[in-house]
């Protein structure tokens, strides 16, 4: 349930949502969906995305069924508020990838009145929460868990399981490189790792 326009609009502050999963889980397209019904409502928005992450463009944010939305590249979570001044709506994808001053970014954004959208990682490959995605969590009014299809079993994935030997923590990846597991999978792979 998303409230788009508050009941009491006195005491309005803005709010965070937080949008997660694993890899192949739509976090990116629900991002951009959100982004679209923003624009149909003639509100201002931007979206950032970490340098880092150029696997598709560097100025577009794009999903993996290839919806894509204009966007922003900043090397770091102090480059957002400067620029989002005159703007209703801050959307952030990859946040996993940012600083732990994120958080202290949404939530001011968030005090000032603007609606922060966040897409990210909740874990990284070894089933581990990931970077400032938790406390992000946690500090969000909304929080929404979007799920892969396992590839081993059809259940629900929560898992991005690396395919590659690397164990770098950030590997930029698609499916060459990373797969979505369900519990019962992803736990299979770490006995017989």
Known sequence: MFLENNVNHQDQLGW???ICGSMFSGKTEELIRRLKR???????ALIFKPVTDDRYSKNKVVSHDSKEIESISVHSSTEIEPLSKNVDVIA????????????????????NGKRV??????????????????SLMATAEFVTKVHA?????????????????????????ER??????????FNKYLKND
């Open 16 to 18: 965070i949502e937080v």
């Open 38 to 44: 923003v624009s149909f409502a003639n509100q201002k």
């Open 92 to 111: 952030i994808d990859e946040a996993q990838f940012f600083d732990d001053n994120i958080v202290s970014v949404c939530n001011m954004l968030a005090n």
């Open 117 to 134: 959208i966040v897409a990210g990682l909740d874990m990284d490959f070894e089933g581990k929460p990931f970077g400032p995605m938790p």
């Open 149 to 173: 299809i396992c590839t081993k079993t059809g259940n629900l994935a929560n898992f991005s399981h690396r395919i590659s030997k690397s164990k770098d923590l950030v590997l930029l990846g």
């Open 176 to 185: 060459d490189e990373y797969q979505p597991l369900s519990r019962a999978a």
